[in-house]
């Protein structure tokens, strides 16, 4: 990528604490309207990155560019947007006073809170003080102090802490409407089983380093994780659906076999010529949270 098509441009990055490395060799890029999950278990440097790209502290080699600038130049904080996992507002404060604070220290007209804060479910607990909030809406609130202004990069620290369900799925939304309006999407999180469908990139740092960047599929297809497929035969078939396609006899009626995607297609041949001898096929990739163990397996080893 070039200086034009990158929001976000992250290059041979270290940071280290007198002979304590923390963050080794990241180089990591990411475009207008993309949205990237940051994975990491606990002590992988993925609090330590954002640091850096927000300019808390300072690399000790490497560089990282926001929309073009140094972190932690004016530039670089008017181009940032940041939600963290705890977030602190004043308690006295209600919801609306807060944000129409944070909208006149970012340079935004007062008219915009009300919107947003219908936007990120809060319009009926505006005027309420913040100390009554659940910790969701605090999310929530912060969410919308992230979205004041169009942001070119958003830095996104488990977004999802504190929210139910709905609000989870309310605050994809927004991250979907945030990437297409052009802001790139650092998210950092460890819900595995929601990131799958929306993100276009997962980047996966342990020991302080990348070792995996890429779509979920080009992942997938680089650590030949096997498809399971899973048979219900129909009754008094198993054995002879076994017999004939190998695999492992499941609850008495079900097979389950498993195949590299090189094999999906011929193994689904196979079994479309046992005709009604099977009942129903349930086809499995690897998950989200399979790729996770196998790429920090590879450091650990």
């Known amino acids: 990528m070039t200086d034009r098509d990158t929001a976000l441009a992250i290059a041979g990055l270290d940071k280290s604490y007198g002979r304590t490395q923390v963050v080794g060799g990241i180089t990591l890029d990411v475009a207008p309207g993309e949205r990237v999950a940051l994975l990491g278990h606990n002590g992988a440097g993925k609090s330590t990155l954002i640091k850096l790209i927000l300019g808390l502290i300072r690399a000790s080699q490497g560089s990282i560019r926001v929309a073009g600038h140094a972190p932690g130049s004016a530039a670089a904080r008017a181009a940032t947007a940041y939600l963290p996992e705890q977030v602190a507002f004043h308690r006295a404060l209600t919801g609306r006073e807060q944000l129409t604070m944070f909208a006149r220290l970012a340079g935004e007209h007062p008219k915009t809170v009300a919107p947003l804060l219908e936007r990120v479910g809060l319009a009926d607990a505006a005027d309420r003080r913040i100390g009554t909030y659940s910790k969701g ?6 969410l919308a102090q992230a979205l004041l202004g169009r942001r070119r990069v958003a830095l996104l620290d488990e977004p999802t802490s504190g929210l139910d369900p709905i609000s989870r799925h309310d605050l994809y939304a927004v991250i979907d409407e945030m990437a297409a309006n052009g802001t790139a999407l650092l998210i950092a999180s460890h819900a595995l089983t ?8 997962i980047a996966i740092m342990a020991k302080g380093r990348l070792v995996a960047d890429d779509s979920l599929g080009n992942l997938a297809r680089a650590a030949a994780l096997p498809t399971r497929i899973r048979l219900t035969a129909r009754e008094g078939s198993a054995e002879a659906v076994q017999a004939e396609l190998g695999g492992d006899r499941v609850n008495g009626r079900a097979v389950e076999l498993h195949c590299t995607t090189e094999q999906k297609m011929a193994q689904l041949a196979r079994i479309s010529g046992l005709g009604d001898a099977v009942r129903d096929v349930e086809m499995v990739p690897p998950s989200l949270e399979d790729l996770y163990r196998h790429y920090c397996a590879e450091v650990r080893q």
């Not at 929601?194 to 990139?201: G, P, V």
Request: charged share 50%; aromatic share 0%.
């Open 137 to 142: 809406m605090r999310q929530r609130l912060g």
């Open 194 to 201: 929601e990131l799958e469908a929306r993100t276009d990139r």
